[in-house]
């Protein structure tokens, strides 16, 4: 039985890794930080935070496993440094304080494309993050690294409608790790790799997850 944080709740892959936490029996609790409250559940602990100001003593840091689905889009953010803040300073955070309680295992949300050498921002950000995550030594890290994902989002991103509508025709005839990734895939590979905290490093890769 164990004890879950979820940190990017709210997003496409987050909202339904909540789900499928709160409904898994192998859970005991779910923390998930937010910043508007989410609707209360018997299984569920909702800090309202600021990403800004972590307290890095809360007791509810203490879990068995991390699950970080945190990311944006330049765009979104404004600019480089706003996006780096939230796609790699805010997940090395969490997982700095969740490591500092006790936390075991940690399941990242990355892309496919990671690269720390990357002249892309994109993905050098989202190697970067890979990267500083593994050095806080999990006993269990697991990186998910999806393609475009698929699924119905908040906001409206046309870029993303466009390729995902462009995808959805080609994809019987591309390789999987090119086609959609759906996020339903994504958040139950993160699950599972929570739960199960397999030692070591492992990366779920696009292919995968199609």
């Not at 990267?131 to 989002?153: E, F, K, M, N």
Request: aromatic share 6%; net charge positive.
């Amino acid at each position: 039985m164990s004890k879950i944080l979820i940190a990017g709740a709210t997003g496409l892959v987050g909202r339904i890794a909540l789900a499928r936490a709160l409904d898994d029996p192998r859970v005991t609790q779910v923390v998930a930080l937010t910043r508007r409250p989410l609707p209360s559940h018997p299984k569920l602990v909702n800090p309202l935070i600021d990403y800004e100001l972590l307290p890095p003593d809360a007791d509810w840091w203490r879990c068995d496993a991390v699950i970080c689905a945190l990311g944006t889009t330049r765009a979104k953010a404004g600019s480089a440094e706003a996006f780096c803040r939230v796609d790699h300073d805010y997940p090395l955070m969490v997982a700095t304080h969740a490591r500092a309680h006790g936390a075991k295992a940690f399941a990242l949300v990355s892309a496919i494309g990671a690269d720390a050498g990357s002249r892309l921002l994109y993905n050098r950000t989202k190697g970067e993050v890979e990267a500083s995550i593994g050095a806080l030594d999990y006993p269990s890290y697991t990186i998910v690294r999806p393609g475009l994902i698929g699924g119905q989002r908040d906001e409206f991103r046309p870029m993303e409608r466009v390729s995902d509508a462009i995808l959805t025709v080609l994809g019987p005839v591309l390789p999987r790790q090119w086609r959609i990734s759906p996020a339903e895939n994504i958040a139950a590979a993160l699950i599972e790799a929570a739960l199960a905290a397999r030692p070591g490093r492992h990366v779920v890769s696009a292919a995968q997850l199609a």
